[in-house]
């Protein structure tokens, strides 16, 4: 049910994010989202790829300091209104995100939303009785 | 049972220690001042005649040197013998400035080696020993100094040097190796490296290590300890004074016991000069009573320490010294404030971080700035802003409290930060400061 999410810690110092990226690549790692949050000093990489456990042993092979978490993957309808729902039902389940981010789906009607909450399971179980689609980890890896 | 090189010295009473300190120190004013035109004008200048010294109670009579001076008579100003008798030189790092050079007659370089050879037997060392020297050879005192010991004690003698770390680890694991000296932070860099290689200390045969030249806190020692599964003990020395080995620590742990038989150690108000005390903190000063190419009198060092003659339980009588808080030009004065590296050290392996860091001081609008970039581990990262923000905090919060002033701490990627082989650059000043 849970997807893990890899998250690498990027100094700001050129040439950073082209190393972390150029790892993956050589090691035919495929990205299926990301997001960067960022600071003055330093962002943070979060991916969701394939192959997570390759992914993370390869990067600390290459001494970056990287961690795996556990999010949630949800589908919602790719219309107006359609994350609106998804943050209605957290919000009313009292549930906080800490972030999110979201991506379109081959199919036109479909977006993924990646969401990171303090509280796995009570988010899951909100969601499932809204009737929100949690994607299976395979779902996400082999999309 | 405590091994002792030279017990006689090493354990002769407080009075015949005294006796033997005012027979040399009185031979040693004379031979300074027939020999050394740049210190008799110091005396002259003071109206001190080598007749005024009569015992080591007539020591504060006599005219400092200080660092300046040694720069001032580079380089054969002090020397006291003719250079035919003289038969190697050493130098200073040059990192505070112009180099200075030490020069040594055969008898200065057994006396020193013999001082070695002291503070490998007080950590255990024997003939039957392999002690692996990775202190940096050359014009640094660290590797020659610790090398003529071992070959003194007798020990199978590893001239590694520093450096190529994966090959110090391969040497040590071959051949065996039980006593290891180095700088602290060279130290602390070969037991990174001896995790990273997937060895354990179990599989060293590492028992001591004796480090020094630099100066270290006691979590420094023991993250140093664990790493290795050794004990690790201090040496102290400078270039001025023959090198490492003017002092030495012990079973105990606790201090370095200072040849007494060969430098007579004063504390004093760095900014009076006037001698403190036993027991108080102040600078620390040493005359050589026995030195005969480069024996300088009432050498002002710069460490700030206290002097002790508590009863240490190894058997020694010899004074003993604390580890000093750094040199007094390690010392930053950061918006009027004093701060030593090592108090920064202290907070960060309290907090649970390895001592990877680098203090940057700089003056942005006439005010001091001070960023501190420490390494973090696997296990301090966090995937939120939030929470690598709030470990930052804390950091910033426990050095506040330790100096008074608020420092920006910034966590850094693992290994980001150059390791040294010798002394580890842990501070860069940008400010430009006008005299």
Same mark, same amino acid.
């Given at each position: 049910?849970?997807?893990?999410?890899?998250?690498?810690?990027?100094?700001?110092?050129?040439?950073?994010?082209?190393?972390?990226?150029?790892?993956?690549?050589?090691?035919?790692?495929?990205?299926?989202?990301?997001?960067?949050?960022?600071?003055?000093?330093?962002?943070?990489?979060?991916?969701?790829?394939?192959?997570?456990?390759?992914?993370?042993?390869?990067?600390?092979?290459?001494?970056?300091?990287?961690?795996?978490?556990?999010?949630?993957?949800?589908?919602?309808?790719?219309?107006?209104?359609?994350?609106?729902?998804?943050?209605?039902?957290?919000?009313?389940?009292?549930?906080?995100?800490?972030?999110?981010?979201?991506?379109?789906?081959?199919?036109?009607?479909?977006?993924?939303?990646?969401l990171r909450v303090e509280n796995n399971d009570k988010a899951v179980e909100a969601l499932k009785?809204?009737?929100?689609?949690?994607?299976?980890?395979?779902?996400?890896?082999?999309? | 049972?405590?091994?002792?090189?030279?017990?006689?010295?090493?354990?002769?009473?407080?009075?015949?220690?005294?006796?033997? +300190?005012?027979?040399?120190?009185?031979? +040693?004013?004379?031979?300074?001042?027939?020999?050394?035109?740049?210190?008799?004008?110091?005396?002259?200048?003071?109206?001190?005649?080598?007749?005024?010294?009569?015992?080591?109670?007539?020591? $504060?009579?006599?005219?400092?040197?200080?660092?300046?001076?040694?720069?001032?008579?580079?380089?054969?100003?002090?020397?006291?013998?003719?250079?035919?008798?003289?038969?190697?030189?050493?130098?200073?790092?040059?990192?505070?400035?112009?180099?200075?050079?030490?020069?040594?007659? +055969? $008898?200065?370089?057994?006396?020193?080696?013999?001082?070695?050879?002291?503070?490998?037997?007080?950590?255990?060392?024997?003939?039957?020993?392999?002690?692996?020297?990775?202190?940096?050879?050359?014009?640094?005192?660290?590797?020659?100094?610790?090398?003529?010991?071992?070959?003194? &004690?007798?020990?199978?003698?590893?001239?590694?040097?520093?450096?190529?770390?994966?090959?110090?680890?391969?040497?040590?694991?071959?051949?065996?190796?039980?006593?290891?000296?180095?700088?602290?932070?060279?130290?602390?860099?070969?037991?990174?490296?001896?995790?990273?290689?997937?060895?354990?200390?179990?599989?060293?045969?590492?028992?001591?290590?004796?480090?020094?030249?630099?100066?270290w806190t006691e979590e420094m020692r023991r993250e140093i300890e664990k790493s290795l599964g050794?004990?690790?003990?201090?040496?102290?020395?400078?270039?001025?004074?023959?090198?490492?080995?003017?002092?030495?620590?012990?079973?105990?742990?606790?201090?370095?016991?200072?040849?007494?038989? $060969?430098?007579?150690?004063?504390?004093?108000?760095?900014?009076?000069?006037?001698?403190?005390?036993?027991?108080?903190?102040?600078?620390?000063?040493?005359?050589?009573?026995?030195?005969?190419?480069?024996?300088?009198?009432?050498?002002?060092?710069?460490?700030?320490?206290?002097?002790?003659?508590?009863?240490?339980?190894?058997?020694?009588?010899?004074?003993?010294?604390?580890?000093?808080?750094?040199?007094?030009?390690?010392?930053?004065?950061?918006?009027?404030?004093?701060?030593?590296?090592?108090?920064?050290?202290?907070?960060?392996?309290?907090?649970?971080?390895?001592?990877?860091?680098?203090?940057?001081?700089?003056?942005?609008?006439?005010?001091?700035?001070?960023?501190?970039?420490?390494?973090?581990?696997?296990?301090?990262?966090?995937?939120?802003?939030?929470?690598?923000?709030?470990?930052?905090?804390?950091?910033?919060?426990?050095?506040?409290?330790?100096?008074?002033?608020?420092?920006?701490?910034?966590? &850094?990627?693992?290994?980001?930060?150059?390791?040294?082989?010798?002394?580890?650059?842990?501070?860069?000043?940008?400010?430009?400061?006008?005299?």
């Amino acid at each position: 049910m849970l997807i893990k999410q890899i998250s690498i810690f990027v100094e700001n110092k050129p040439g950073r994010l082209s190393a972390v990226t150029k790892l993956l690549s050589d090691n035919d790692i495929d990205i299926r989202a990301l997001s960067v949050a960022d600071t003055k000093d330093f962002g943070i990489l979060r991916l969701i790829v394939n192959n997570p456990d390759k992914a993370c042993e390869v990067l600390k092979k290459a001494d970056c300091t990287v961690s795996l978490t556990n999010v949630i993957a949800i589908g919602i309808n790719d219309k107006p209104g359609g994350l609106s729902a998804a943050m209605d039902c957290l919000y009313a389940a009292n549930i906080s995100v800490e972030y999110m981010y979201a991506f379109i789906s081959k199919s036109e009607d479909q977006a993924y939303v990646i969401l990171r909450v303090e509280n796995n399971d009570k988010a899951v179980e909100a969601l499932k009785e809204n009737n929100f689609t949690i994607l299976k980890a395979e779902e996400v890896y082999d999309m | 049972m405590e091994n002792y090189w030279n017990k006689e010295i090493e354990c002769m009473s407080r009075e015949d220690m005294k006796k033997l +300190q005012d027979e040399r120190l009185v031979a +040693q004013v004379k031979h300074v001042y027939e020999n050394v035109p740049y210190y008799k004008k110091l005396m002259d200048e003071k109206g001190v005649t080598p007749d005024d010294i009569k015992s080591t109670a007539d020591l $504060h009579k006599l005219p400092f040197l200080t660092k300046a001076d040694l720069r001032d008579a580079y380089p054969y100003g002090l020397l006291a013998m003719p250079l035919s008798e003289c038969v190697r030189i050493q130098s200073t790092s040059g990192t505070t400035g112009k180099r200075v050079v030490a020069f040594y007659t +055969q $008898h200065d370089v057994d006396l020193w080696e013999d001082c070695c050879a002291r503070a490998i037997t007080a950590v255990g060392g024997t003939k039957d020993d392999v002690c692996q020297v990775a202190y940096g050879y050359g014009l640094f005192t660290g590797g020659p100094g610790l090398n003529g010991g071992s070959h003194k &004690v007798g020990c199978l003698t590893l001239p590694m040097s520093s450096g190529n770390t994966e090959r110090q680890i391969q040497f040590m694991r071959d051949l065996g190796s039980t006593i290891l000296c180095c700088t602290p932070s060279y130290a602390a860099y070969i037991g990174e490296t001896v995790k990273e290689m997937g060895l354990t200390p179990d599989d060293l045969k590492l028992k001591a290590g004796i480090f020094g030249a630099e100066p270290w806190t006691e979590e420094m020692r023991r993250e140093i300890e664990k790493s290795l599964g050794i004990k690790a003990y201090d040496i102290y020395g400078l270039t001025e004074t023959s090198g490492p080995g003017v002092a030495f620590e012990c079973s105990a742990q606790k201090g370095m016991h200072i040849n007494e038989d $060969h430098f007579i150690a004063e504390i004093i108000d760095p900014d009076t000069g006037e001698v403190l005390p036993e027991g108080s903190k102040g600078e620390l000063v040493f005359t050589s009573i026995t030195k005969e190419a480069f024996p300088l009198l009432r050498y002002r060092t710069r460490d700030i320490c206290v002097l002790s003659r508590e009863k240490c339980s190894c058997g020694r009588t010899l004074i003993k010294m604390s580890k000093p808080m750094g040199r007094s030009d390690d010392m930053l004065i950061i918006r009027g404030v004093n701060v030593f590296p090592s108090q920064i050290e202290t907070v960060l392996i309290e907090q649970g971080y390895a001592p990877n860091y680098q203090i940057e001081v700089d003056r942005v609008n006439n005010t001091d700035t001070l960023d501190i970039n420490v390494e973090m581990s696997e296990e301090q990262f966090s995937d939120t802003i939030k929470g690598i923000q709030e470990k930052e905090r804390e950091l910033v919060e426990a050095i506040k409290t330790i100096l008074g002033i608020n420092p920006k701490v910034h966590l &850094v990627s693992p290994k980001s930060i150059a390791r040294s082989e010798g002394k580890a650059v842990r501070v860069i000043d940008k400010r430009k400061l006008h005299d």
